[in-house]
């Protein structure tokens, strides 16, 4: 079974930053794409940022030049920095990661979210 665990959201000013991190634990062979979404209440859940096994970034334009996204494979950790917060970016932030398990010859790839992380920006 493969578990991802969100830490780092809470509350902060408008203008300040934050950062959130996702871990990866459990029994698998290799992670490729990690992510972070975002669902406000009402909406529908929106691509924050993404980035490949090797690096590759992209991200929503509503968050292009104040967050960054980067992973740290050795320990299987998703991270977003987020900068220059606006009351706009309040909602439950989740990662997921697409995970590659099973043994060789049986190997399968399952898509694996967390459980979400609240980050509230006061103005």
């Known amino acids: 079974q493969v578990q991802l665990v969100e830490s780092g959201g809470g509350l902060v000013q408008a203008g300040g930053s934050l950062r959130l991190s996702c871990a990866a634990s459990?029994?698998?062979?290799?992670?490729?794409?990690m992510a972070w979404y975002r669902q406000a209440p009402g909406k529908q859940r929106a691509l924050v940022a993404r980035?490949?096994?090797?690096?590759?970034?992209n991200y929503a334009d509503f968050v292009k030049g104040r967050f960054t996204i980067s992973r740290d494979n050795a320990k299987n950790t998703v991270y977003l920095q987020m900068n220059s917060l606006k009351p706009e970016d309040t909602t439950v932030y989740s990662c997921?990661?697409?995970?590659?398990?099973?043994?060789?010859?049986?190997?399968?790839?399952?898509?694996?979210w967390g459980q979400g992380t609240l980050v509230t920006v006061s103005s």
């Open positions: 459990g029994s698998f062979f290799s992670i490729n794409d």
């Open positions: 997921v990661a697409g995970v590659i398990v099973g043994p060789p010859g049986g190997q399968r790839y399952l898509e694996v």
């Open positions: 980035i490949t096994s090797g690096g590759t970034t």
